[in-house]
């Protein structure tokens, strides 16, 4: 960020724009391109969502705010409607292959990192 003047912001002027984590309740959809491939429920929506980096590929969300007491509710009427692949249902051949890629992409992320192809072990 720059300021008016064209230099680094200052820190009084990060303070100022600075916006705070909230933990709040609600429903998440996970998308990986148009694709919802996923939805599901948290207390606390950034710590819930950035924890699917580990076993999901997705490049975006949408998080829709809801009462603690509402959250089965509306997961549920959303799965029921959308039934995203890697919702609560048996693992297909669609399932595993998506499994699969996941493991590819990540190797070549490691690779991309490490200037080495990973392979598994």
């Not at 002027?13 to 996923?38: A, H, M, N, Q, T």
């Not at 919702?87 to 699969?100: A, C, F, H, Q, S």
Request: hydrophobic residues 35%.
């Amino acid at each position: 960020m720059v300021n008016t003047e064209g230099c680094l912001a200052t820190i009084e002027e990060l303070r100022k724009i600075r916006k705070p984590i909230k933990k709040r309740s609600g429903v998440y959809f996970l998308f990986d391109g148009d694709e919802l491939i996923y939805i599901g429920q948290t207390i606390n929506e950034y710590q819930r969502v950035a924890g699917h980096f580990n076993d999901k590929i997705f490049d975006s969300y949408t998080f829709m705010p809801c009462l603690k007491e509402e959250l089965n509710t509306i997961e549920s009427v959303y799965i029921n409607h959308f039934k995203p692949k890697l919702n609560g249902r048996p693992l297909t051949n669609i399932v595993k292959d998506y499994w699969e890629m996941v493991a590819i992409r990540k190797r070549a992320m490691m690779s991309d990192i490490t200037g080495q192809y990973m392979l598994d072990i």
